[in-house]
């Protein structure tokens, strides 16, 4: 029962941060909003291996290897795309 709590309470405290950050971008500028995302998305990074710390079960750990890929992959794409927008802005030489 006590890893659920923190995984709730992780869960919890990442939703809670996201919210915030993502709330503070103007909504007319896509670039920063994707480095948020980055950002809500390496907070989840976070949280699973600190959860990865405590002891689970077989099936624990590989839906949480499978959160903890699916959110790197989130973190990778998001600074793909912002570097590839910040290229339409730069000057042409």
Known sequence: MPGVLL???????????????????????HTPLMSMTNAIS???????????????TAAQRVLGAIALMTAVFNVCGGFVITDRMLRLFRRKS
Do not use: N, Q
């Open 7 to 29: 995984v709730i309470f992780v869960f919890a405290g990442a939703f809670g941060i996201g919210y915030v950050l993502i709330s503070r971008v103007p909504p007319m500028l």
């Open 42 to 56: 390496a907070v989840t990074v976070l949280g699973a291996v600190l959860l990865f710390a405590s002891e689970m």
